[in-house]
C-alpha cells in the first residue's frame, strides 16, 4: 500500500538539542497527523494539523502542514530523555479515503545523556 | 492511558492454528481500526468498522477476519497462521466522523513458531 516518506530514519541526539523531522508524500491528504511510539506501546497523538499551511504547536512540539499539502514536518526543541521513542508521521484523506491513515515508517530518536 | 483495551498482550502460537484478537473502544467512539506493525515495516492499515458494519479496508489477507459486535467491541480473527504473520496488532477507536482522531490501544504482540 502507499505509504509516506518520512526522514531521517534514525536521529542520535545530545539532550538539549533541537530536533526536526519531516514526511513527504507524492499525493495530498487533507489531515497530517503526528504520532510518538514508546517501546511495547501503542502510538500516542502529539498533532493533528488539519489547513494546509496551518503551525501547531503542543508544548515543545512544533508541526506544520504544508502548503502543497503533501509534506509536513515536527521539531522537538531543547530534547529531554522522555522524548525517545520513534515518530510517526501519518496522512488522512484525499485519494486514500476519508478516514483510512496512511503511515510513514517512523524516525527512532535516541538521547545521550 | 488512551481509553482503547486489547487483549491479549501477547500471544505465542504455532503455524496454521487460528487466533482471535480482542479489542474494545473509548467510551463513546463507534469506529474501530486494526492496524498490523511488523519489524521492519511501519503500521499498516487492515480494517476499519463502523458502528457494527465494515467501513475500509486495507491491506487484509483472506486469512484474516474482523467484525464488530452490538456492544461496539471489535474482534480480530486470524487463521491459517503462517511465520511471517508474527507482528503486533493495534486497534484504534475513534468517534467515527472525519476530523475525529483515532487513538491507539496498547497491541498485541502476536508470536508464530
Known amino acids: 500500500g502507499q505509504q509516506l516518506n518520512q526522514s531521517p530514519q534514525s536521529m542520535f541526539i545530545q539532550e538539549g538539542e533541537d530536533v526536526s523531522m519531516n514526511c513527504t508524500s507524492s499525493s495530498i491528504f487533507n489531515t497530517w497527523l503526528w504520532y510518538k511510539q514508546d517501546p511495547g506501546e501503542g502510538p500516542v497523538l502529539l498533532i493533528a494539523?488539519?489547513?494546509?499551511?496551518e503551525l501547531t504547536s503542543n508544548g515543545r512540539l512544533t508541526a506544520q502542514f504544508g502548503i502543497t499539502r503533501k509534506d509536513s514536518f515536527l521539531n522537538i526543541s531543547a530534547s529531554i530523555p522522555s522524548d525517545v521513542g520513534i515518530y510517526f508521521c501519518a496522512g488522512r484523506g484525499g485519494i486514500q479515503g476519508a478516514q483510512k491513515l496512511v503511515f510513514g515508517q517512523g524516525t527512532r530518536l535516541t538521547i545521550n545523556p | 492511558d488512551s481509553g482503547v483495551t486489547q487483549t491479549p498482550k501477547h500471544l505465542i502460537t504455532a503455524t496454521g492454528q487460528r487466533v482471535t484478537l480482542r479489542c474494545s473502544p473509548r467510551s463513546g467512539d463507534l469506529s474501530v481500526y486494526w492496524y498490523q506493525q511488523s519489524l521492519d515495516q511501519g503500521l499498516q492499515f487492515l480494517i476499519q468498522?463502523?458502528?457494527?458494519?465494515?467501513?475500509a479496508k486495507g491491506n487484509i489477507l483472506e486469512r484474516f477476519s474482523a467484525q464488530q459486535f452490538p456492544d461496539l467491541h471489535s474482534e480480530l480473527n486470524l487463521s491459517s497462521l503462517e511465520l511471517g504473520d508474527s507482528a503486533l496488532y493495534f486497534c484504534?477507536?475513534?468517534?467515527?466522523?472525519?476530523?475525529?482522531?483515532?487513538?491507539f490501544g496498547p497491541g498485541t504482540r502476536l508470536t508464530v513458531t
Open positions: 494539523l488539519y489547513k494546509a499551511g
Open positions: 468498522y463502523y458502528n457494527g458494519e465494515e467501513r
Open positions: 484504534a477507536s475513534s468517534a467515527g466522523t472525519p476530523g475525529y482522531e483515532q487513538y
